[in-house]
């Protein structure tokens, strides 16, 4: 399984971005997918995730700023990032929760991150 992540970029404070992040290769299920992201020097934080139901949590940072979504069709997880401050700078990366089989178990995996920075 593979998790690619686009969309990531320089923009300035007030600003959006959306990021993808689209998973491929043996999947029968996936039920979390969701989004991290770590500053320099700091730890991987979780910023939101969203449950196959559609069900969403968020960090307090970005609640009423940015928005999860998904396409279970496609299994692809999207960010809606807006009103951007330069805290929010930093590499962001995505994750699944995905059962490759239905007679195995559920496995995390990540994608291997995109750059976001907010600056003027």
């Known amino acids: 399984v593979q998790l690619q992540a686009s969309g990531g970029g320089l923009v300035q404070p007030g600003g959006s971005l959306r990021l993808s992040c689209a998973a491929s290769g043996s999947i029968f299920s996936i039920n979390e997918m969701g989004w991290y992201r770590q500053a320099p020097g700091k730890q991987r934080d979780v910023v939101a995730f969203?449950?196959?139901?559609?069900?969403?949590n968020y960090a307090d940072s970005v609640k009423g700023r940015f928005t999860i979504s998904r396409d279970n069709a496609k299994n692809t997880v999207y960010l809606q990032m807006n009103s951007l401050k330069p805290e929010d700078t930093a590499v962001y990366y995505c994750n699944a929760n995905v059962r490759p089989d239905p007679a195995e178990t559920w496995y995390a995996y990540w994608g291997r991150g995109t750059q976001v920075t907010v600056s003027s």
């Open positions: 969203i449950h196959s139901r559609g069900n969403t």
